[in-house]
C-alpha cells in the first residue's frame, strides 16, 4: 500500500513540476525578449481600423503560437549538440525519471524474488510499462517535444530490455523475433523524432537500433547480422535525408566499424568463425562503403555543405573502412586491382560532387581519400626506383588532371601538393647516386624524372595562375619550379664529377660556370619577361654557387683551380652591369612617356 501511494504521490509531483517547469520557462522568454507580461491599458485609438471576424483570429493567432510550434523552432546547432543544456532543461523531470527507473527496478526485483509475478508476466509487464510509457512520451510531445523525447526514450529502453530478459533468461523469444520488436520500437521512437523534429531523440532510436543484436544473445550468423545493419543503416540514411541530420550517417558507419573490428582484426582475435565469414562480409562492406559515397555526394548536391567538419570525417572514415576492410580480408593478389577501382570510384565521387555543387570541401575529401588508394595500390606493386616514378607520375597526371577538369587554379596548387610524397621517397636515390661511379643509373633517371615533373607542374600553376591573377598560386607554382631545378643542378654536379673523376677541382669549376650561365640567363629573362617564377630560380642558382665558392670551395680546391674559378665566374657576375643598366634605362623611359 505504502509503495502504490509512493508512486502515485511520485507521478502527481512530476506532472507538477513539469506544469510549474513550463510557467516559468514561459516567464522567462517574455523577459529576454523584453515583453514584460503586464497587461497595460490604454485607450483606443479612432484613425484605427480593428481586425474583425476571421481576420482577428488569424491576427491572434499569429501574435501568440501554439507551444507546438513554439518548442519546434529550429535551434541554432551549437545548443542542439550541448549536453549540457540539454541536463538543465526539465532537470526536475529527468533526475525523476532516473529514479523512478530505479525504483521500478527494485520493485520488480522484489516481485520475481517472492514468485509474485510468474515468467511470462515478468516479461509482459516489462513490456507493457515501456510500451505505456512511450505513448505518454509521443502525447506529451505534442506540446513539449523535449519533455516527451525523454519518456520515449525511457519507455523504448525499458521495453527493448525486458525483450533482452525474456531471451537470454528464459528463452521466450528466437534471435530474429527479438531482433524484429526491437525493430518495431525503433522505429517508433525514429518516427516521433522525425515528427516532432527531436535530434537528440533520432540519435537515441539510432543507438537503440545499432545495439540491438548485441542484447538478443545467440546471434552467431554473420550474414544475419550484417544484413540487419544493412538495414538499419539505409533506414539511417533515409531520416537523415528528410531532416538533414548528416551526423546520424557519421554515427551509423561508427557503428558499422566497431561490428567489423572482429573480422578485419581476426588474426589478432584468433577466432576461425570470423576468419571463415571474413571473405562473405567483405561484399557487405563494399555495399556499406558504396551507400555512405552515394549518400554523401548526393546530400552534397541536394543541400550543399552544411557542415566541413561532418563531410570531412564523414569520407575520412568511409575510406578508412573500406580500407581496412580489404588489407585485412582481401586476396593478396586482388588488392592492388581492388583499391585502384576504389580509387576511380572515389575519384569519379568527388569530380560529380564539385561539378553539381561548386563545394571545395568534399572534393578535397573524398578526392584525398582516392589518392590513398591510387598510392596504397601501387606501394602494393612496386617499391624503390619504380615506386619513386610510379608516384611521381600519378602526381603530375593527378595535377594536370585536376586542373583541366575543374578549371580551378586553387584546387590544382593544393594537389600539388602530392611531389611531397615521391620527393621524400627520392632522398635514397640522392644518396645512392652521390656515391655511385655510374654516369646513366636507375636513381639518375628517377631523379630526372622528379625534376622534369616539379618543373611542368610549377609551369602549368604559374602560367595560368598569372591568367587568373592569383598570387599565392603563382609562388606556389614558383616554389615547384625551384625545387625541380634544385633536382637538375644535383643531378649535372653528380654527372660531371663522375664524368671527370680524375679531375674534381675542374670538375667543379665546370659545374659552376654552368650553374652562373644559367641563372644569369633565367634570371634576366625573368626581369625583362616579368616572369617571377624564372626571377626566382636564377636568384636560387646564383645564390648557391655564390655561397658554395665562399664557405666550401675556397678551403678545398687548389690554389690555380681556385683563381682561375673565382675569375670566371666574378667576370660573368660583372657583366651584368651593363644588363641591368639597360633595364634600368628602359624603366624611366616607360615612366616619363606616361
Given at each position: 500500500m505504502?509503495?502504490?501511494?509512493?508512486?502515485?504521490?511520485?507521478?502527481?509531483?512530476?506532472?507538477?513540476?513539469?506544469?510549474?517547469s513550463?510557467?516559468?520557462?514561459?516567464?522567462?522568454?517574455?523577459?529576454?525578449?523584453?515583453?514584460?507580461?503586464?497587461?497595460?491599458?490604454?485607450?483606443?485609438?479612432?484613425?484605427?481600423?480593428?481586425?474583425?471576424?476571421?481576420?482577428?483570429?488569424?491576427?491572434?493567432?499569429?501574435?501568440?503560437?501554439?507551444?507546438?510550434?513554439?518548442?519546434?523552432?529550429?535551434?541554432?546547432?551549437?545548443?542542439?549538440?550541448?549536453?549540457?543544456?540539454?541536463?538543465?532543461?526539465?532537470?526536475?523531470?529527468?533526475?525523476?525519471?532516473?529514479?523512478?527507473?530505479?525504483?521500478?527496478?527494485w520493485?520488480?526485483?522484489?516481485?520475481?524474488?517472492?514468485?509474485?509475478?510468474?515468467?511470462?508476466?515478468?516479461?509482459?509487464?516489462?513490456?507493457?510499462?515501456?510500451?505505456?510509457?512511450?505513448?505518454?512520451?509521443?502525447?506529451?510531445?505534442?506540446?513539449?517535444?523535449?519533455?516527451?523525447?525523454?519518456?520515449?526514450?525511457?519507455?523504448g529502453?525499458?521495453?527493448?530490455?525486458?525483450?533482452?530478459?525474456?531471451?537470454?533468461?528464459?528463452?521466450?523469444?528466437?534471435?530474429?523475433?527479438?531482433?524484429?520488436?526491437?525493430?518495431?520500437?525503433?522505429?517508433?521512437?525514429?518516427?516521433?523524432?522525425?515528427?516532432?523534429?527531436?535530434?537528440?531523440?533520432?540519435?537515441?532510436?539510432?543507438?537503440?537500433?545499432?545495439?540491438?543484436?548485441?542484447?538478443?544473445?545467440?546471434?552467431?550468423?554473420?550474414?544475419?547480422?550484417?544484413?540487419?545493419?544493412?538495414?538499419?543503416?539505409?533506414?539511417?540514411?533515409?531520416?537523415?535525408?528528410?531532416?538533414?541530420?548528416?551526423?546520424?550517417?557519421?554515427?551509423?558507419?561508427?557503428?558499422?566499424?566497431l561490428?567489423?573490428?572482429?573480422?578485419?582484426?581476426?588474426?589478432?582475435?584468433?577466432?576461425?568463425?570470423?576468419?571463415?565469414?571474413?571473405?562473405?562480409?567483405?561484399?557487405?562492406?563494399?555495399?556499406?562503403?558504396?551507400?555512405?559515397?552515394?549518400?554523401?555526394?548526393?546530400?552534397?548536391?541536394?543541400?550543399?555543405?552544411?557542415?566541413?567538419?561532418?563531410e570531412?570525417?564523414?569520407?575520412?572514415?568511409?575510406?578508412?573502412?573500406?580500407?581496412?576492410?580489404?588489407?585485412?580480408?582481401?586476396?593478396?593478389?586482388?588488392?592492388?586491382?581492388?583499391?585502384?577501382?576504389l580509387?576511380?570510384?572515389?575519384?569519379?565521387?568527388?569530380?560529380?560532387?564539385?561539378?553539381?555543387?561548386?563545394?571545395l570541401?568534399?572534393?578535397?575529401?573524398?578526392?584525398?581519400?582516392?589518392?590513398?588508394?591510387?598510392?596504397?595500390?601501387?606501394?602494393?606493386?612496386?617499391?624503390?626506383?619504380?615506386?619513386?616514378?610510379?608516384?611521381?607520375?600519378?602526381?603530375?597526371?593527378?595535377?594536370?588532371?585536376?586542373?583541366f577538369?575543374?578549371?580551378?587554379?586553387?584546387?590544382?596548387?593544393?594537389?600539388?601538393?602530392?611531389?611531397?610524397?615521391?620527393?621524400?621517397?627520392?632522398?635514397?636515390?640522392?644518396?645512392?647516386?652521390?656515391?655511385?661511379?655510374?654516369?646513366?643509373?636507375?636513381?639518375?633517371?628517377?631523379?630526372?624524372?622528379?625534376?622534369?615533373?616539379?618543373?611542368?607542374?610549377?609551369?602549368?600553376?604559374?602560367?595560368?595562375?598569372?591568367?587568373?591573377?592569383?598570387?599565392?598560386?603563382?609562388?606556389?607554382?614558383?616554389?615547384?619550379?625551384?625545387?625541380?631545378?634544385?633536382?637538375?643542378?644535383?643531378?649535372?654536379?653528380q654527372?660531371?664529377?663522375?664524368?671527370?673523376?680524375?679531375?674534381?677541382?675542374?670538375?667543379?669549376?665546370?659545374?659552376l660556370?654552368?650553374?652562373?650561365?644559367?641563372?644569369?640567363?633565367?634570371y634576366?629573362?625573368?626581369?625583362?619577361?616579368?616572369?617571377?617564377?624564372?626571377?626566382?630560380?636564377?636568384?636560387?642558382?646564383?645564390a648557391?654557387?655564390?655561397?658554395?665558392?665562399?664557405?666550401?670551395d675556397?678551403?678545398?680546391m687548389?690554389?690555380?683551380?681556385?683563381?682561375?674559378?673565382?675569375?670566371?665566374?666574378?667576370?660573368?657576375?660583372?657583366?651584368?652591369?651593363?644588363?641591368?643598366?639597360?633595364?634600368?634605362?628602359?624603366?624611366?623611359?616607360?615612366?616619363?612617356?606616361?
Amino acid at each position: 500500500m505504502t509503495t502504490l501511494l509512493a508512486l502515485v504521490l511520485f507521478g502527481f509531483l512530476i506532472f507538477y513540476n513539469r506544469s510549474l517547469s513550463a510557467r516559468l520557462s514561459a516567464l522567462e522568454l517574455k523577459f529576454k525578449e523584453g515583453r514584460v507580461p503586464i497587461e497595460k491599458k490604454s485607450e483606443p485609438k479612432m484613425d484605427t481600423v480593428q481586425p474583425v471576424g476571421f481576420i482577428a483570429t488569424l491576427k491572434s493567432e499569429s501574435d501568440n503560437p501554439p507551444a507546438y510550434l513554439k518548442e519546434n523552432t529550429l535551434q541554432p546547432v551549437e545548443n542542439q549538440n550541448q549536453f549540457t543544456n540539454w541536463l538543465k532543461e526539465d532537470w526536475l523531470m529527468k533526475l525523476g525519471a532516473f529514479l523512478f527507473v530505479v525504483g521500478f527496478g527494485w520493485f520488480v526485483s522484489y516481485a520475481f524474488a517472492n514468485n509474485w509475478i510468474g515468467p511470462i508476466g515478468r516479461i509482459s509487464v516489462g513490456i507493457i510499462f515501456g510500451v505505456i510509457i512511450m505513448a505518454l512520451g509521443f502525447w506529451r510531445m505534442v506540446k513539449y517535444p523535449a519533455q516527451g523525447a525523454v519518456f520515449m526514450a525511457l519507455g523504448g529502453g525499458m521495453a527493448i530490455l525486458t525483450i533482452f530478459a525474456g531471451r537470454s533468461v528464459y528463452g521466450f523469444f528466437t534471435p530474429i523475433s527479438a531482433v524484429g520488436f526491437d525493430f518495431i520500437i525503433v522505429a517508433f521512437i525514429s518516427f516521433a523524432s522525425y515528427k516532432f523534429n527531436v535530434k537528440s531523440l533520432g540519435f537515441i532510436a539510432q543507438v537503440l537500433a545499432f545495439i540491438s543484436p548485441l542484447l538478443v544473445a545467440g546471434i552467431t550468423d554473420s550474414v544475419f547480422l550484417f544484413s540487419y545493419l544493412f538495414f538499419i543503416s539505409m533506414a539511417t540514411l533515409f531520416l537523415a535525408s528528410v531532416t538533414g541530420w548528416k551526423d546520424l550517417i557519421v554515427s551509423s558507419l561508427i557503428f558499422v566499424g566497431l561490428y567489423s573490428i572482429p573480422y578485419v582484426g581476426a588474426g589478432s582475435f584468433g577466432s576461425s568463425m570470423f576468419s571463415t565469414d571474413g571473405p562473405i562480409i567483405l561484399n557487405f562492406a563494399y555495399l556499406f562503403s558504396m551507400m555512405y559515397l552515394v549518400s554523401g555526394i548526393f546530400s552534397v548536391i541536394k543541400k550543399g555543405v552544411q557542415n566541413i567538419n561532418t563531410e570531412i570525417l564523414l569520407a575520412t572514415l568511409n575510406g578508412l573502412f573500406i580500407f581496412m576492410w580489404v588489407l585485412s580480408v582481401a586476396d593478396k593478389d586482388w588488392q592492388s586491382i581492388i583499391f585502384a577501382s576504389l580509387a576511380l570510384v572515389f575519384s569519379i565521387g568527388s569530380f560529380i560532387a564539385f561539378r553539381f555543387s561548386s563545394q571545395l570541401a568534399p572534393f578535397y575529401a573524398y578526392g584525398s581519400v582516392a589518392v590513398a588508394f591510387i598510392a596504397t595500390a601501387t606501394a602494393l606493386e612496386l617499391s624503390g626506383t619504380a615506386l619513386i616514378v610510379a608516384f611521381t607520375f600519378e602526381v603530375l597526371f593527378l595535377v594536370v588532371s585536376v586542373f583541366f577538369l575543374t578549371k580551378n587554379i586553387k584546387i590544382t596548387s593544393a594537389v600539388s601538393w602530392l611531389f611531397v610524397a615521391p620527393i621524400m621517397l627520392s632522398f635514397e636515390s640522392i644518396s645512392k647516386y652521390a656515391n655511385s661511379q655510374e654516369l646513366f643509373t636507375k636513381d639518375f633517371f628517377a631523379l630526372v624524372v622528379i625534376a622534369a615533373a616539379l618543373i611542368i607542374a610549377g609551369r602549368v600553376i604559374t602560367h595560368f595562375g598569372k591568367q587568373e591573377q592569383e598570387e599565392s598560386d603563382v609562388n606556389a607554382g614558383s616554389v615547384l619550379i625551384v625545387f625541380g631545378v634544385l633536382y637538375l643542378g644535383y643531378i649535372l654536379w653528380q654527372f660531371i664529377h663522375i664524368s671527370m673523376v680524375g679531375a674534381p677541382d675542374i670538375a667543379t669549376m665546370t659545374t659552376l660556370v654552368i650553374y652562373t650561365i644559367f641563372g644569369l640567363i633565367a634570371y634576366f629573362s625573368g626581369l625583362y619577361g616579368n616572369d617571377t617564377a624564372r626571377r626566382v630560380y636564377g636568384v636560387t642558382l646564383l645564390a648557391f654557387v655564390v655561397i658554395r665558392l665562399i664557405f666550401v670551395d675556397v678551403w678545398q680546391m687548389e690554389l690555380f683551380g681556385r683563381v682561375v674559378t673565382f675569375l670566371a665566374i666574378g667576370v660573368l657576375l660583372m657583366s651584368t652591369a651593363f644588363l641591368t643598366k639597360k633595364k634600368k634605362q628602359e624603366t624611366i623611359e616607360k615612366i616619363i612617356i606616361k
